[in-house]
């Protein structure tokens, strides 16, 4: 299956708990003043790849603890994200997941997706209330979500509050 990607981190540090697999989804709908990845806005822009190119450079590394889907808007790929996400899990990763949408208020068929993330980064970023001592994240508004916790407490579950 292809999908657009604006750019890969074979290692990162950065985008979520541990060494992580980093694919920046390219297509944004929200234009967030003061993103940090404006280049990854343009639905057209980026390059296509085979996901399974993805998966084979994500089996080969036995240091990664997970993948994270970012961008961009995964949930604007959806089905590449989910074919990625499952990949990851049969490799016994975890997954994290970069949104502009929240928890409440996601895109039709986004349970896909979410029956294998792990931890769901949800909101978009506000400019007005960034503030760079945050973990993982960049606007306070934003949360770190328990994805399997809040699907079984039907309550959001933040990861921190369970030891995260």
Not at 13 to 35: K, P, S
Not at 65 to 91: H, M, R, S, Y
Request: hydrophobic share 40%; net charge negative; proline share 4%.
């Amino acid at each position: 299956m292809l999908i657009r990607v604006a750019g890969l981190i074979p290692e990162s540090f950065v985008d979520g708990d541990g060494i992580r697999y980093a694919i920046f989804m390219q297509g944004c709908l929200r234009n967030c003043e003061g993103c940090q990845n404006p280049e990854t806005h343009a639905l057209n822009g980026g390059k296509l790849i085979e996901t399974s190119e993805i998966i084979s450079e994500i089996k080969k590394n036995p240091l990664l603890n997970g993948i994270t889907l970012t961008g961009g808007e995964p949930f604007l790929q959806i089905d590449a994200a989910n074919e990625l996400a499952t990949a990851a899990k049969t490799f016994g990763l975890n997954v994290w997941c970069y949104t502009g949408y929240t928890f409440e208020k996601m895109p039709p068929n986004a349970e896909i997706l979410l029956k294998n993330v792990d931890i769901l980064v949800d909101g978009e970023f506000i400019e007005s209330l960034r503030d760079v001592d945050l973990q993982f994240r960049g606007s306070s508004n934003q949360r770190i979500i328990d994805v399997k916790k809040t699907f079984e407490q039907k309550k959001i579950v933040l990861w921190t509050e369970i030891g995260g």
